[in-house]
């Protein structure tokens, strides 16, 4: 199966997905899944939705990964496989106001991460976009920032604003890295995803702010602010390519 989704040009964390998926269906019947039947494989979604009451996007994270597994690797053609279908809830994101975001940042102690927040809010990045961000990536010249290898393998660029460019030159200064933006523990790793996570949590539980927010809130605050503020996000798309306004 492995070695199928690499074919099929799959990024890693894909991969990671799809294999957890089938990993935790072997363990629901503690068996190979490819002993299987089409009954047993119906009762473990039913147990999804039924019994363990999984959210929509959690159904079709396991349907995704064990409908590769069983059509592409086993070629088995299920009905089962066609019958799942979770409904899409529509909610709407949660958004911090701009007061809100000055707070949050302001409380993180850490240089590192305080930056790395910044740039996220500022530049609209994703959580993995901005802790893989390297030194090259950053054209003082066009002010924008490339993101390389973004959702779905996609190159893009983002304006990068003169205050936050400040910032960043502020930063580097006290850095002393060469290679990543926000460097890990070693010389040519990034920053731990969960380090920074962690970090925004413990702001958000000191701010007193009473709101289900992300790192990922970061980016919805940033695309709501630029309407907010009469930005024409559909020019800025023709610009930087659809990615830029996707959220």
Sequence with gaps: MIEDMKLHGFSARTQESYVG???QLAKYYMRSPGELSEDELRQFFLWLVRDRNASPSTVRQYLSGIKFFY?????RDWYTLDL???AK???LPVVLSQQEVQHLLSLVDNPKHRMALSLIYACGLRLLEATHLKLADIDVQRMQIWVRNGKGGKDRCVPLAQ???QELRRYLKRAHTDY???A?????SPLNQTTLQRAFKAVLRESGINKAASIRTLRHSYATHLLEAGVDL???AHKYGDVFCEC
Aim: charged share 30%.
């Design 180 to 182: 990543h933006v926000f």
């Design 71 to 75: 059509e592409s690797t086993l070629r």
């Design 84 to 86: 799942v279908r979770p």
């Design 163 to 165: 205050r936050t460019l």
């Design 89 to 91: 809830r529509k909610t």
């Design 234 to 236: 559909s020019a800025l």
């Design 21 to 23: 998926a089938v990993r």
């Design 184 to 188: 890990g523990k070693g010389s040519r």
